[in-house]
Structures are given as structure tokens and as C-alpha cells.
């Protein structure tokens, strides 16, 4: 059991220290956070059809070039030129009505995998037949068969529903 004498000489000879350290307590408290974490008390920007004007911009950090430019949308958009409103379009949207439409080369993609699925699965079925598999048994020639079948006759196998029931044993044929 620990005295609170062993717990003050543990804290100041530092034997706890890694424990609990300064650069993770200010991680955990957001002090030492890189640019790729999300904060997801931020609302994000996206792109959907269903809700096509976000409130968010796409571009939050402006660089210089862009703060002019946004300094230049105050003014009078007769002055802006065809680039510099695709500019600010692009500020604030991502993409636009046809691009988001634009459907994906994805399909391509799936249809490549499954046309190679069904080719392992053909050659693994073709390897099986030549190398796993043997001869077809001689009892599914149709001779056997026809032998098998003229036999469960010839028994009378299953007379009142059955297979024997189908055969006519008078015209020497099936009903």
C-alpha cells in the first residue's frame, strides 16, 4: 500500500511523470493540434444535390490573392472579368449543377472485378474438372439409365403415385 510520503517522492523524483505530461495534456485539450484533425464542432462544407447552396464556404483560408479578389466582389461586378467570377465561384462552391451531376468512372471499375471473379471462378471450375474430378461413373451412361429405368418397371417401384404409376404396362409406354 502506498503512504502519501511514497506518493510525494514518486511525484518529485518524476517515477509518474510519464503518466501524465504536459504535451498530452494540451493535446487532449486542443493546444497541440495538427491542421489535418477535423473540429467536428465546425460545420463542413459538401457537395449534394439535395442541399446545393452550403452555408459553408469550400475556401476558408484565403490567401492573398484571394482576400484582393474578395476585396474586388464588394465593389461593382461589371468591373470583375469571366475568370475572376469563376474565381469567387470557386470560393465558395466546389463544384458546380453539371459537374456534380457527372456521373463516376466507378462502374468501370466494378464490372472489371466481377469479370475477374467470374474468370477465377471459370478457370478453378475448369481445374476441378480436369484434375480433381475423375471419369463420369459408367451408372450415368444411358444405357444404365435406360437398364435402371426398365428394372424399376419391370418392380413395379411406387405403383399407387409414383414412377411405376407414369408407365402404361399394357401399350408398353408412358401414360
Known amino acids: 500500500m502506498l503512504t502519501s510520503r ?25 493546444k ?16 449534394r444535390l439535395d442541399t446545393p447552396l452550403s452555408d459553408v464556404p469550400f475556401v476558408r483560408n484565403l490567401n492573398s490573392e484571394q482576400r484582393q479578389l474578395k476585396e474586388k466582389e464588394k465593389g461593382p461586378w461589371t468591373k470583375l472579368t469571366k475568370e475572376e467570377k469563376i474565381a469567387l465561384y470557386r470560393l465558395t462552391h466546389e ?8 456521373g463516376s468512372s466507378e ?9 475477374i471473379f ?25 444405357e444404365w439409365v435406360e437398364k435402371q429405368t426398365q428394372r424399376m418397371i419391370d418392380m413395379r417401384i411406387n405403383p399407387v403415385g409414383g414412377f411405376a404409376y407414369h408407365w402404361d404396362y399394357v401399350k408398353k409406354q408412358w401414360k
Open 32 to 47: 497541440d493540434m495538427s491542421p489535418d484533425v477535423l473540429d467536428p464542432s465546425v460545420q463542413q462544407y459538401n457537395n
Open 6 to 30: 511514497a506518493l510525494v517522492r514518486g511525484l518529485k523524483s518524476g517515477f509518474w511523470r510519464p503518466l501524465s505530461s504536459t504535451s498530452s495534456v494540451q493535446a487532449a485539450h486542443g
Open 107 to 115: 462502374w468501370k471499375t466494378v464490372l472489371g472485378g466481377v469479370f
Open 118 to 142: 467470374l474468370g477465377f471462378s471459370g478457370m478453378l471450375v475448369w481445374w476441378q474438372r480436369i484434375f480433381v474430378f475423375g471419369e463420369v461413373p459408367h451408372t450415368l451412361s444411358d
Open 95 to 102: 463544384l458546380t449543377y453539371p459537374e456534380m451531376r457527372r
